[in-house]
């Protein structure tokens, strides 16, 4: 059959007013899926329900009563348990169909194993905790920058220590980097945007420096720090560094003072 090519189980879930549940018809790939044979769950759907975490099992009960008031699409992911004890997840999606009974509902769906996608989107959740651990403590701003093919750009990523620089939280500059670039003067703002350009151009790290306007509301020298730049499907990708070195520029001037003087 073409439902047992798919990588997933194709069903047909009835349910009466009184809360009896049937499957009259669940392909072979549910022995794949489930554990279970076909006929086992047409035969017990129970034992089906039964290895289905309860909290789980709750929330597609809701969800059903809401589709079965309004008629709508079903589609959540909700945690299984195999044979051997382990968890896994799973994602069902069924939508009402038309039923000859008005005292049953009859839902159409498909339920297949995203387990591989939860470990991933988990590992993935991991790795950015420790990233923004990690960049919390690094002595500057530690950022990934896209400029889009439109020229408009956009901060995919900035550590917290953005609002110790500049006074501009994590979540305004990722929202839109305006928030960010509204704190430098014009032409260091243009200084910015000549330091992708040329990047982008002679592919290679760059430095440069520029200044904007911190959370007291005094200018600081900014040096930054670009990565090789990088293509991805909606644009160019920088990493990069900004750190305070206003301490530095002000020695710099003394030390030019000075010379001048003797």
């Known amino acids: 059959a073409i439902t047992d090519a798919l990588p997933g189980v194709v069903y047909q879930r009835l349910e009466s007013l009184s809360g009896e549940v049937a499957y009259p018809y669940i392909s072979d790939v549910a022995s794949e899926v489930f554990e279970m044979a076909a006929e086992d769950i047409a035969r017990r759907p129970e034992r089906l329900h039964e290895r289905i975490v309860a909290e789980d099992l709750a929330g597609i009960a809701e969800a059903l009563a809401v589709s079965r008031r309004e008629r709508s699409l079903v589609s959540l992911d909700f945690r299984f348990r195999r044979r051997n004890g382990e968890l896994c997840w799973l994602r069902t999606r069924c939508r009402p169909a038309t039923s000859a009974d008005s005292e049953i509902m009859v839902w159409n769906g498909f339920t297949e194993d995203v387990t591989a996608e939860k470990e991933a989107q988990a590992r993935a959740e991991v790795l950015q905790r420790r990233l923004v651990e990690i960049t919390a403590t690094v002595p500057c701003v530690v950022f990934q920058l896209r400029r889009e ?12 220590s953005l609002q110790d620089l500049a006074g501009v939280s994590q979540q305004a500059a990722e929202a839109d980097i305006q928030a960010l670039l509204s704190r430098l003067p014009a ?35 900014v040096r930054g720090a670009l990565s ?17 070195i206003s301490d530095i520029k002000t020695l710099q001037e003394q030390l030019a003072q000075a010379t001048r003087a003797a």
């Open 149 to 160: 093919a439109d020229g408009r750009q956009r901060l995919l990523f900035v550590s917290d």
């Open 187 to 221: 032409d260091d703002a243009e200084l910015f945007d000549q330091a992708l350009r040329r990047s982008l151009s002679e592919r290679e790290p760059l430095h440069y420096d520029f200044r904007l306007r911190g959370a007291d509301g005094r200018l600081r020298w």
């Open 228 to 244: 090789l730049p990088r293509e991805d499907a909606e644009g160019t990708v920088w990493s990069g560094t900004w750190q305070d």
